[in-house]
């Protein structure tokens, strides 16, 4: 990756990177804010254009990770590639209730089929540097669950340099296997991340809901007891205990964190519920106790970034699991809005 940065410093440009079009959009500009979507109200941005400046206000920008290399590799089935396109047409059809307090920008892709997933993390870290950098919220949309270690590099990078990055995954598996041998894939991304928290001396904070234990090898629950920073609840877990128990747990390892980074795996949920996924799920978690947490975890002031990730529209069923991934992106945007405003 050495001379793929050379080329980045080369030019000032991103690599990988296609700005949005209109043609993902559906419906006219809407000037009345009661009335208005998503859709009507997105405007469009050049993540390249050398022209800009921060952006003052509440301003969230959607960019898309339009690869599933790592599913692929991991063999698990392919189709999140097309998971971005998917989950754009629903957002554009969610409620926009924000008037004109908040703008919300189409950055467009990182996309490359004829790259490696090393590279295409690496344009993704890129472009949600220069996201934060011209104070956009990233909202990231997957692309298999390889998107979130260039996601986690892009936030990490942007931090003061001794702060630490927390990370909260809501996801069946842990995706902490190693890479030395397969290189990396959809399920080594955090096992990646916790490598580069230890090259810099840092520990790697991790909680994982909702574990299915019939969807990981003992080898990945030895390699967990083994690290004291990382924790979990099994699906099952958050179906036994009460509410308040798991808002416990969340609120336990979410205390002495400053940074939270949020990823949304989701085959996570059950199938009926989210049939469109790279894993299908039979036992999963239930999407009003995941909105529920993931409303806690934003509400804790502490989430600076999120992704939705695995959501593969050749296998899903009318559009309900890339549904269900624009209504979590709309209730956490709701209170991530709600905190810069105030």
């Not at 804010?33 to 997105?42: F, H, L, R, S």
């Not at 344009?123 to 934060?132: P, T």
């Not at 001396?201 to 991790?206: I, S």
């Not at 940074?259 to 999407?287: N, R």
Request: hydrophobic fraction near 40%; glycine fraction near 10%; aromatic fraction near 10%.
């Amino acid at each position: 990756l050495h001379a793929f940065r050379k080329i980045r410093e080369a030019t000032g440009l991103l690599t990988n990177y296609y700005p949005m079009t209109y043609s993902y959009y559906q419906g006219s500009i809407e000037d009345n804010p009661y009335t208005a979507k998503w859709g009507m109200v997105t405007k469009f941005l050049d993540l390249n254009d050398e022209t800009l400046t921060p952006f003052e206000g509440m301003t969230f920008g959607i960019i898309g990770f339009k690869s599933d290399k790592g599913v692929y590799i991991n063999n698990g089935r392919v189709g999140a590639v097309e998971g971005p396109t998917a989950i754009r047409s629903q957002i554009a059809k969610l409620p926009w209730h924000w008037g004109t307090n908040v703008t919300v920008y189409d950055v467009g892709n990182i996309d490359g089929p004829n790259h490696s997933l090393e590279e295409l993390q690496e344009s993704l870290s890129q472009a949600i540097q220069r996201m934060y950098q011209l104070g956009i919220q990233p909202i990231v949309l997957g692309g298999g669950h390889g998107t979130a270690y260039g996601h986690y590099l892009g936030i990490q990078s942007s931090l003061e340099k001794d702060e630490q990055l927390a990370v909260i995954n809501l996801d069946a598996h842990f995706d902490l296997r190693p890479y030395d041998q397969t290189g990396p894939n959809s399920g080594t991304g955090f096992r990646q991340m916790a490598d580069h928290a230890k090259e810099k001396g840092q520990d790697f904070p991790y909680l994982i809901l909702g574990i299915q234990e019939h969807n990981n090898n003992l080898f990945l629950f030895n390699y967990v007891a083994k690290t004291p920073s990382i924790d979990f609840l099994t699906g099952q877990d958050l179906f036994q205990m009460s509410h308040q128990a798991i808002l416990d747990r969340i609120d336990q390892f979410l205390e002495n964190q400053t940074a939270i980074y949020l990823s949304i795996d989701m085959d996570c949920f059950a199938v009926g519920s989210a049939p469109g996924v790279s894993a299908i799920q039979s036992l999963g978690v239930d999407p009003k106790l995941a909105l529920l947490l993931l409303q806690h975890i934003a509400a804790s002031g502490k989430l600076i970034g999120f992704d939705v990730v695995e959501v593969s529209p050749p296998h899903d069923i009318d559009n309900h699991t890339s549904n269900l991934a624009a209504t979590f992106i709309f209730y956490l945007t709701q209170i991530l809005a709600q905190q810069k405003l105030n």
